[in-house]
């Protein structure tokens, strides 16, 4: 006598579910940002313009309707959703620009992250285990981040190009585990 195969439980269809569509959305990001890095960084940057809008809308209704507030927390919140409101708007009217401003702000901070991450490892070279690999980390981490801060625009790119990349392979990595998710070893 066979026997049926046991249907999948809802969470493993879940859970496949899940990997297929983050597989698919993080391969078709990753595509588009390899083919086309800068229409798709002034796609995200409109993005982020209209979520400050919104934001911004939201920030200032809070000020305005909310009377359980208080005068000053009212006048903050107005203050605020006026500043995303603006930010926003101003974003729309050049998006190509925006987009570079946003490029060459990530690369300053990505520098700035890396020498402070830099002068970390070597703040606490007495207790590290290896003192070679830790002045080494911290002369390449100090190196790239003063490099990065003389090329904000150009890190900015590479890190971008290599977001894209990530993206697609870990992409096509998610959609072979929801293919393979909960299947037996037999």
Do not use: C, D
């Not at 190009?161 to 585990?177: F, K, M």
């Amino acid at each position: 006598m066979t026997t049926a195969p046991p249907a999948a439980s809802p969470v493993r269809t879940g859970i496949r579910t899940a990997l297929w569509v983050g597989g698919l959305l993080a391969l078709a990001v990753g595509i588009l940002i390899l083919v086309w890095p800068g229409k798709t960084a002034v796609i995200v940057t409109a993005i982020i313009a209209v979520y400050a809008v919104i934001a911004g809308l939201v920030y200032a209704g809070l000020g305005i309707f909310a009377a359980s507030m208080g005068g000053w927390a009212r006048i903050g919140h107005i203050l605020l959703g006026l500043v995303f409101v603006v930010a926003g708007v101003l974003a729309f009217t050049s998006l190509n620009q925006t987009a570079a401003w946003l490029g060459g702000f990530i690369g300053i901070l990505v520098a700035i992250m890396w020498i402070v991450e830099g002068v970390v490892a070597l703040s606490t070279l007495s207790s590290a285990g290896s003192k070679i690999w830790a002045v080494l980390f911290a002369l390449l981490s100090i190196g790239a981040g003063v490099v990065l801060l003389f090329a904000p625009l150009w890190g900015a790119a590479v890190l971008w190009l290599l977001l894209g990349l990530s993206l697609a392979v870990l992409g096509v990595v998610n959609i072979i585990r929801a293919f393979s998710y909960g299947r037996q070893r037999g």
